[in-house]
């Protein structure tokens, strides 16, 4: 794939922003599947664009559009369709105090996205935390807080 660029993938990531589903398909295929670390209610495969983009809508509205990812660096090799993406992603949870430092409202993890293309579209993307993140994550999409009680949905 020849057009594969770290341009590219960075517009990849960008489309999902827009709720644009025109712009987004540009860069995503209908198909896609994309693996969720973690032990979690959300965690696993999601299969097709739409579980996609509901697992990407999850994390806005829990987060009240808090969430954030800093792009780091993009690795790509053309030739074998891959793209890899490292991000430093942020969150607060909906509802929390901004200035809240329990993990159970706060997200901030060092992350990979290994992302395979075919036909200038990613077909599978796996989400990899470093370091504590799985932790950190297991603690933020936890249904609980830090003092035990059950979290509304919001």
Request: cysteine-free; overall charge negative; glycine content about 12%.
């Amino acid at each position: 794939m020849s057009d594969l660029t770290p341009e590219r993938v960075a517009a990849a990531w960008a489309s999902l922003g827009t709720g644009d589903r025109e712009k987004i398909t540009e860069f995503w295929d209908e198909n896609v599947r994309f693996e969720v670390p973690g032990l979690h209610a959300y965690s696993g495969w999601y299969e097709g664009l739409d579980g996609f983009l509901e697992f990407f809508g999850n994390m806005f509205r829990l987060s009240g559009g808090t969430m954030h990812g800093e792009n780091v660096t993009v690795l790509v090799n053309p030739e074998a369709g891959y793209s890899v993406d490292v991000n430093h992603i942020t969150a607060v949870r909906a509802g929390a105090a901004a200035d809240s430092t329990s993990p159970y409202d706060t997200f901030a993890v060092e992350a990979l996205h290994l992302l395979r293309w075919d036909n200038g579209r990613i077909v599978e993307g796996r989400w990899a935390v470093l370091g504590a993140g799985a932790e950190t994550t297991a603690l933020w999409w936890s249904p609980r807080d830090a003092d035990g009680a059950r979290r509304q949905v919001v």
